[in-house]
């Protein structure tokens, strides 16, 4: 056995299922420039409440883990984000 469980596993294939979209990336890297750059895009903004990665989280939940504060208001005030989606 490798040590591997069942739930490593599961969120193996969440990373395959659910990739992490540019405003996914933009927000876990606090860059604010080309976060704002694609909320101005309405393609970019299907995904703003998208859950993604192992953790099934939004684009605002990796703001708020990464401490972005601006990214976190960005998401917020330009995209609409909403608050209230669990991940």
Known sequence: ???ATPT???SDKAEE???LTDLHLAARDGNLPRLLDLLRDPVQMIHVNAA???DFMTPLHF???AQADACVSALLVQGQADA???D
């Open 84 to 86: 209230t989606r669990l």
């Open 8 to 10: 490593d596993a599961i």
């Open 63 to 65: 703001a708020a883990d």
């Open 1 to 3: 056995s490798d040590g």
């Open 17 to 19: 299922i659910l990739p």
């Open 52 to 54: 993604a990665g192992y």
